[in-house]
């Protein structure tokens, strides 16, 4: 082997060696970083027309804050603030009174109701003297839960921007350990209800209005000046010209979408921006400027135009693009179906005769694979629905799909909108599918089917009432209903709308469920379908309130049950008292019940009088004596025995003893003699 392939084989192995090795990092650029971002968030027929660094200046200000938070309290405070959320105002006697407490004879009962208010003025829920008591604003807020307000204390921290008070959601957007901090700032005049609006969405510990957490007061501690690097990029559509902006964060290499949107809704310091870019390239000489007048080339028109015939075909596969566009060309049409054997999106056409729309309802159910297949018709009929709609829903909801319909409340109370046979099957499909779901919707007369792959949302809308009316294979004549395909924005919206009105359905349902369950099923309570509804953030407001009546249905229940169980224990412990002994075991297994119990009442809030009762059947359990097998005191041989009988039998010489009367039926050794008195000799 000659020198110089030597050469060649020893730089192989060590270019080798350094493209192998694991602690050689690939670091990109920061271009390509941002490009890789940026284009992962534009469309086809955007182009980045530049961008510039910015460092977003705003203010850390520190508080210490006075908030109320919801505190339980106990059943008796419970009905007083009760009585005077509906009553207004009261006095001591009439609230005895409405509660069947004997206050001016009975003191004790006079001293619970009056240290049941005590505490709550104390917690600054109620106000007055004896003779006239309310409820105050802060107390109101807190008595329509069955809670009192619990004040605390602590520091907090917001991020303002002076120029954007309106804007809350700054703390949310910036990586925090990337925060240069600068010298301390002077305090900065907010008023209370500003600092709540900020604090709301950044110290939810402090303010949180949804879950009563109440900000009473705020006084400022110190603030610092800072600031945050981050790129403002300009995005360009060639379809109308229209620019917006894109915020970079290239600590986190994500888009920061809230301060893009917020650059875009204001005009002045967005332009103010894009004038700093422009002068900024055109300083560098990274750019050349041209007049609006100057007319495109043909290579640009063309290179455009393809841009956009690009995403048109994109938009067109995953249903964006909109009916009618005027791009939607047979060639277009052409590219489509050339990719019809394509299962990662959904191709549907823009308009829709009967038939056709008849032949595309066998395609979502049998062909399309969707997730959920949403039928909005304002009618059903038991011919379309049992004949036809029936069967394609109960073999979709076999597979694991998820089905949705609904139908019209009646305008009229004359008129049925859902006919008595197809009224007993969507029952029956409601008691045996989880992953079907009905509802009545206030009165509509739009038709609707919503189909959801994925991601993918699709509406199709017009006249074609899909749960009343079918095309057979057999029909000659059909009426002349259409249906068209939406914009995807609005599939979007209507989806959401429709996703919002059942699970207000659902919630009541499930308010009704509960309101009507024993205690044990109460406290094992599920609702699937309720749960699907769970997923969307949108409607956590809707569900919200169901969840405060369940756990306060629960509690309820547990408290009632909790009762049941120590009432048990204390019969149970009251019988071993009066007989004067208990077993071990059986002294055991009451103590592991009581154990059981006193965890369960530190989850709950008891009355005083309950625990006390408690407390003394424990007492007198402790108090009991507990039989043993082996007693010293009654252990006895079989010898000592027959000697204490022979002693007894000598001390009983020369006494007279009457033998136990018996029936002439049951004398001894089947003797007939009459019962003598026997005298005993030696």
């Known amino acids: 082997m000659t020198s110089k392939l030597k050469n060649k084989i020893k730089q192989f192995n060590s270019k080798k060696d350094i493209l192998n090795s694991k602690n050689t990092p690939i670091v990109e650029s920061f271009d390509v970083r941002l490009a890789n971002v940026i284009n992962s968030n534009k469309k086809i027929s955007e182009r980045i027309i530049g961008y510039i660094p910015y460092d977003l200046q705003f203010t850390m200000c520190k508080f210490i804050g006075k908030s109320n938070k919801p505190a339980q309290i106990t059943p008796l405070e419970k009905a007083v603030v009760g009585i005077l959320l509906l009553d207004e105002n009261s006095t001591f006697n009439e609230i005895g009174n409405i509660l069947g407490l004997d206050v001016q004879h009975d003191n004790a009962e006079k001293k619970l109701l009056h240290d049941a208010i005590e505490n709550m003025r104390n917690f600054g829920a109620l106000e007055g003297d004896e003779s006239y008591l309310c409820l105050t604003p802060k107390g109101r807020i807190f008595a329509e839960k069955g809670e009192r307000p619990d004040t605390y204390s602590g520091t907090f921290e917001i991020f303002i921007d002076e120029k954007r008070l309106s804007f809350p959601h700054l703390k949310d957007c910036l990586k925090t350990d990337k925060i240069s901090k600068l010298d301390k700032s002077e305090e900065i005049n907010l008023s209370i209800e500003q600092i709540k609006s900020i604090a709301e969405v950044q110290a939810t510990n402090m303010h949180f209005p949804k879950s009563r957490y109440i900000l009473e007061s705020a006084e400022w501690e110190v603030g610092y000046n800072a600031n945050y690097k981050i790129y403002v990029c300009f995005i360009q559509s060639i379809r109308d010209n229209s620019i917006r902006t894109i915020v970079y964060d290239d600590y986190t290499q994500l888009i920061i979408s809230e301060l893009s949107d917020l650059i875009d809704s204001e005009a002045e310091w967005k332009n103010n921006l894009l004038e700093q870019c422009i002068t900024l390239d055109c300083e560098n000489k990274s750019v050349e400027v041209v007049e609006n007048t100057i007319t495109k080339s ?203 009105e059942f699970s207000e359905v659902y919630t009541n349902r499930a308010k009704k469920e509960i309101l009507n369950i024993t205690d044990n099923e109460i406290l094992s309570y599920k609702n699937e379908r309720l749960n699907y509804f769970r997923r969307f953030d949108s409607l956590k407001e809707v569900i919200l309130p169901f969840d405060d009546l369940l756990d306060e249905k629960r509690l309820e229940a547990e408290m009632k049950l909790l009762r049941i169980q120590i009432k048990n224990i204390q019969t149970e412990i009251n019988k071993y008292v009066n007989s004067g002994s208990i077993s071990f075991s059986k002294k055991h297994s009451i103590e592991n019940d009581i154990k059981q119990v006193e965890m369960r009442i530190a989850e709950v809030i008891f009355d005083s009088i309950t625990i006390s009762e408690f407390e003394q059947a424990k007492n007198s359990l402790n108090n009991i004596m507990v039989k043993n097998i082996f007693d010293g005191n009654k252990f006895r041989t079989e010898k000592t025995s027959i000697k204490q009988n022979n002693n007894n039998n000598n001390n009983n010489n020369n006494k007279i003893v009457a033998s136990k009367p018996y029936k002439n039926e049951e004398l001894p050794h089947s003797s007939n003699k009459p019962l003598i008195l026997k005298k005993k000799t030696k």
């Not at 007369?445 to 699709?458: D, F």
């Open 298 to 500: 043909e290579e640009q028109e063309a290179a455009e135009h393809s841009l956009l015939l690009q995403e048109d075909e994109q938009l067109y596969e995953t249903e964006q693009l909109p009916a009618g566009n005027p791009l939607n060309s047979a060639e277009t049409t052409k590219t489509n179906l050339s990719n019809a054997n394509s299962k990662s999106k959904l191709r549907k056409k823009a308009l829709y005769d009967s038939i056709a729309f008849e032949a595309e309802i066998q395609n979502i159910f049998k062909v399309d694979e969707p997730d959920e297949i949403w039928l909005l018709s304002p009618w059903i009929k038991n011919h379309a629905f049992i004949s036809s709609r029936g069967p394609l829903i109960e073999k979709f909801l076999q597979n694991g799909g998820k089905i949705f319909i609904s139908y019209s409340h009646p305008e009229k109370n004359d008129i049925i909108m859902v006919d008595d046979e197809a009224a007993s099957r969507i029952e029956q499909l409601d008691k045996q599918y989880q992953n079907f779901f009905y509802a009545e919707l206030p009165n509509f007369h739009t038709k609707n089917v919503i189909e959801i792959r994925g991601e993918q949302c699709i509406l199709f809308t017009g006249s074609f009432n899909v749960l009343s009316f079918y095309i057979s294979e057999n029909q000659t004549q059909v009426r002349r209903e259409e249906m068209a395909l939406a914009h995807y924005q609005v599939a979007n919206k209507k989806y959401n709308e429709f996703l919002k």
